[in-house]
């Protein structure tokens, strides 16, 4: 399976996530709709990304441009600059391996991974949020 993830740096939670069989325009296409669903209005994120082939596309780079995006993209060869995102997925298969192996088609794996998102976002604590979720998180920010 295939995952395209869209993690806020500050808060640490997923803003959007799609999974597919392949790496392909639907997957990134559709991660990049449900982020402008969850985006404030007003709201021009830097969105940053490995130097993979889907993010060089132009039917991508103009998404991000309508949706008013700055984009931003890895140095070649340097993958710390994508750190963040490595430690989603590293985490992601740290924790949920059992779980992943019991996935016997990608419509099992899909709503695993939603569910684990979803978690993810609501319930894991995290010292990098103070102790608090990504959500949690979100919301004590902005009340401070």
């Known amino acids: 399976a295939y995952m395209s993830v869209i993690l806020d740096q500050a808060t640490k939670e997923v803003l959007a996530a799609s999974v597919s069989q392949s790496s392909n325009k639907l997957l990134i296409m559709d991660t990049l709709s449900q982020l402008e669903d969850n985006l404030p209005n007003n709201f021009n ?7 993979g082939w889907h993010y060089q596309l132009e039917y991508y780079r103009e998404k991000i441009d309508s949706l008013g ?76």
């Open 45 to 51: 994120p830097i969105i940053h990304s490995d130097q």
């Open 69 to 144: 995006l700055i984009q931003s993209m890895s140095r070649k060869g340097n993958c710390l600059d994508n750190a963040p995102m490595e430690s989603f997925f590293h985490l992601f298969k740290v924790e949920s391996q059992p779980e992943i192996k019991k996935c016997k088609c990608i419509s099992q794996f899909t709503l695993f991974f939603n569910k684990y998102v979803n978690w993810y976002n609501n319930d894991r604590i995290s010292n990098k949020t103070k102790n608090m979720s990504p959500v949690d998180y979100r919301t004590h920010v902005l009340a401070a």
